[in-house]
């Protein structure tokens, strides 16, 4: 089974900081990696995933993450934050294979400070 | 495009009570998973309907069932609710394959 860490529940950081928000997972097979965001009651919008490839993934609203095997680590990062960034972001990890069940980290929230 | 859409947006039940959670995917879409998310928790997998047949499932019991119809929409069904059972309930469909899957905004479901 997978499993996936998520080892900040919340990250303050002021607007136009660069944030990292931490993400670490378990298996013992080969994974698919992403990235979610959830903004207050809405559901979870895509923002970057990791199939194969180049390690360093680009995504949406100038997020990017780098997928680290020998750490099992896909760290999500952003150069300079801005308010609206404030939300729930989620790590998840599906199996090739594994016809899409993915299972998902417990959620980091981040407070953009003005 | 409407995206996923899921009704209804908000449902207050008792224990005991039976409820039915419905789900349109996204144009084009023929897999739709179902994924319970509790207050502070990140979303669980409950199961996936994929040719109106699940293909798979989550560590749920069995009263949580479900259905999907022939034009790919889905329903969730969840029996004997218990006060646990209070979460935003989220859909997700995708084509099959290693797509990424578009969620809906959730059915927010309290059990009192």
């Known amino acids: 089974a997978q499993s996936v860490t998520q080892l900040d529940s919340q990250v303050p950081v002021f607007e136009e900081a660069p944030v990292e928000l931490r993400c670490n997972y378990s298996s013992s097979v080969s994974v698919y990696l992403f990235w979610y965001v959830q903004y207050p009651n809405q559901g979870l919008q895509l923002l970057l995933k990791y199939l194969s490839g180049s390690t360093l993934v680009k995504g949406i609203n100038g997020f990017e993450a780098e997928f680290n095997k020998s750490q099992t680590s896909f760290h999500l990062r952003k150069p300079s934050v801005h308010i609206s960034d404030t939300a729930e972001y989620f790590c998840a990890v599906s199996v090739p294979g594994g016809y899409q069940k993915v299972t998902f980290g417990i959620g980091t929230k981040l407070q953009v400070i003005p | 495009d409407a995206g996923v859409t899921q009704s209804p947006t908000h449902l207050i039940k008792t224990r005991g009570q039976q409820v039915t959670l419905r789900c349109s995917p996204k144009?084009?879409?023929?897999?739709v998973s179902w994924y319970q998310q509790a207050l502070g928790q990140g979303p669980q997998f409950i199961f996936q309907y994929y040719e109106e047949e699940e293909r798979q499932r989550g560590n749920f019991p069995d009263r949580f069932s479900g259905h999907q119809f022939p034009n790919y929409s889905s329903e969730l069904n969840v029996n004997a609710l218990l006060l646990g059972d209070s979460a935003l309930y989220l859909c997700a469909s995708s084509w099959t394959g290693p797509n990424e899957q578009f969620f809906g905004p959730g059915t927010r479901l309290t059990v009192l």
């Open positions: 144009s084009g879409h023929d897999t």
